[in-house]
């Protein structure tokens, strides 16, 4: 990863990440292989959740798993070995059971390459049921969204 970026909007949070192409990410053409974005989106949630102050294992240690619940990914461009991405990921609203993130992948000429949404929901390590979102994570979203 190269570099970090959080932008703050009204209503939304955006955070933003780069990440260079391996080679081993990429197919006999010398593109992305399709199924290494979710990947790619991953990183970009994670390094996200870092932004605020939090972690995947600190919500694990308090009890809290966050399975994927769904995805949907756009190919727009091929991206390539070496190249480096922007990623951005976007929360456009406080999650309760679930958060959802949006995603826009660009390449190093600043074209959108791909497009990706993902929902996770919150559940509780002990019972495997769904609960709220922590108030934790609330409490540092919270700071990042401002009232209309």
């Keep these: ?20 192409v391996r080679y081993g990410e990429t197919d006999q053409m010398g593109y992305v ?10 990183v970009g949630r994670t390094e996200m959740l870092r932004s605020v102050g939090l972690t995947y294992r600190a919500m694990e240690e308090a009890g809290i798993l966050m399975p994927v619940h769904s995805l949907s ?7 390539r070995y070496d190249d ?6 976007i929360i456009k609203e406080l999650p309760m059971a679930k958060i ?23 559940v509780d390590a002990k019972t495997r ?8 994570l609330m409490n540092e979203l919270k700071k990042h969204f401002q009232e209309e």
């Design 1 to 20: 990863m190269e570099k970090n970026l959080i932008i703050e909007q009204s209503v939304m949070y955006t955070f933003e990440t780069s990440l260079r």
């Design 84 to 89: 480096l991405l922007r990623l951005r990921v």
């Design 100 to 122: 959802h993130f949006f995603y826009e992948i660009y390449n190093e000429q600043d074209k959108l390459v791909n497009t990706g949404e993902t929902v996770l929901v919150f």
């Design 129 to 136: 049921r769904p609960r709220r979102a922590p108030e934790m």
């Design 33 to 42: 292989y399709y199924g290494n974005y979710p990947l790619y989106y991953e």
């Design 73 to 79: 990914i756009k190919y727009i461009e091929p991206a």
